[in-house]
């Protein structure tokens, strides 16, 4: 049981990030609804699922380095946790993560990469194209040198999100399927009712910002194409590593799956609440995994999808107190899935009248002044 006795909390959103907190609350005594017209449906049904940290830290982002690696060295626990709970495998794959460059310039990024994860004290090991090519046979020769970085996970996110749901479950979380149209302290609306509680905890990703005002104009749809690929028979098998690079600047990532499949990502567009894949996002996306991994031309095409990421202006995301009864968990742009286990603690340390890790201070919406 919670310390404050068996409050009531409903989560609105059934994605990565609500399911985490959902069954994380339930575990702790209390008693959750999740409010989601169709779980698991959105972003975090899309995404990639690199737990990457370093291999995706950038200058003037010290702050989303910080959450970020506090919340990768706490997934192989939550996995553990997660398997248990659920009795289904987590997804969490272990074999690291190198980054690689094919241009001059994207070998510049790399160089400069380096240096900033030096200087923040987390080295990575440079290597050349032939010693990136004696670790992962399929990379290219077009791939002219890279980073090692063996601490950087993944995560299979429909592995995962399944056994999240059966773990939410297992701990007496109630799924109501609805869509929640506002959150106000003691209550969810929804479309033909009202939900009533003690805390309500907003985890909806792009949606949050229509759910209460103090996230209004604070959250935005950052849409992702993806490709899921698998190797055939006489192809070059995937990597094991997840492997990210520029190619001549574009952001791109294949990151493997346990089946031989690999989920190539992803374009990055702000063109509002639009989820079609587009004809020039799929070009790109091939163009580019084909410069990392020639013989992709002979694997399987899968899927195609595209998710809307919720961005904020900082790239952190909103994780505390927007009034008194109203939590947000929400905004993690690309970082659902690694952010989860650290917001799940978080939410959690905040629904028992707690502190959450320091690093999830920037996170805090207090940040944009508004009320506390
Ligand atoms: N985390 C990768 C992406 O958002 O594309």
Redesign the pocket.
């Known amino acids: 049981m919670s310390e404050r006795g068996a409050e009531r909390v409903v989560v609105v959103g059934g994605g990565v990030i609500g399911t985490s907190v959902a069954w994380k609350a339930a575990a702790a005594g209390f008693r959750v609804r999740l409010v989601d017209a169709a779980p698991a449906s959105g972003a975090s049904h899309v995404?990639?699922g690199?737990l990457?940290p370093i291999a995706?830290a950038w200058p003037g982002e010290e702050e989303l380095l910080e959450l970020g690696t506090a919340s990768l060295h706490r997934w192989p626990d939550f996995a553990d946790e997660l398997s248990r709970a659920s009795g289904m495998p987590s997804g969490l794959r272990r074999e690291g993560t190198l980054v690689v460059g094919v241009d001059a310039a994207d070998r510049a990024d790399l160089d400069r990469l380096a240096d900033y994860l030096a200087q923040r004290g987390r080295t990575v090991a440079r290597l050349t194209g032939r010693e990136l090519r004696r670790l992962e046979p399929s990379l290219g020769p077009a791939v002219r040198g890279g980073l090692e970085v063996p601490g950087d996970l993944a995560v299979d996110n429909r592995v995962a999100l399944a056994a999240l749901r059966a773990a939410a479950t297992a701990a007496g979380v109630e799924f109501v399927p609805a869509h929640a149209r506002s959150v106000r302290p003691g209550a969810v609306e929804l479309d033909e009712s009202t939900v009533e509680c003690d805390v309500a905890v907003i985890a909806a990703g792009v949606r949050s910002a229509e759910l209460h005002p103090g996230l209004s104009g604070r959250i935005r749809p950052i849409k992702?194409e993806?490709l899921r690929v698998r190797a055939r028979g006489t192809a070059l098998p995937p990597p094991s590593r997840t492997v990210r690079g520029p190619v001549h600047g574009r952001?791109t990532?294949l990151v493997p799956r346990d089946d031989g499949g690999l989920v190539l990502?992803?374009t990055?567009h702000e063109v509002g609440f639009d989820t079609q894949v587009t004809v020039g996002g799929v070009r790109d996306l091939i163009a580019d995994a084909e410069q990392l991994l020639p013989g992709i031309s002979e694997y399987e095409l899968v899927e195609s999808a595209a998710g809307l990421?919720p961005g904020t202006d900082d790239n952190l995301p909103v994780i505390g107190h927007l009034e008194a009864g109203v939590l947000a968990a929400t905004g993690h742009?690309?970082?659902g899935?690694?952010l989860a286990p650290l917001t799940a603690e978080a939410v959690l340390a905040l629904l028992r009248g707690g502190e959450p890790a320091a690093e999830v201070k920037a996170a805090d919406p207090g940040r944009w002044g508004g009320h506390q």
């Open positions: 995404a990639g690199m990457a995706e992702g993806i952001q990532y990502g992803a990055q990421r742009h690309r970082g899935f690694l």
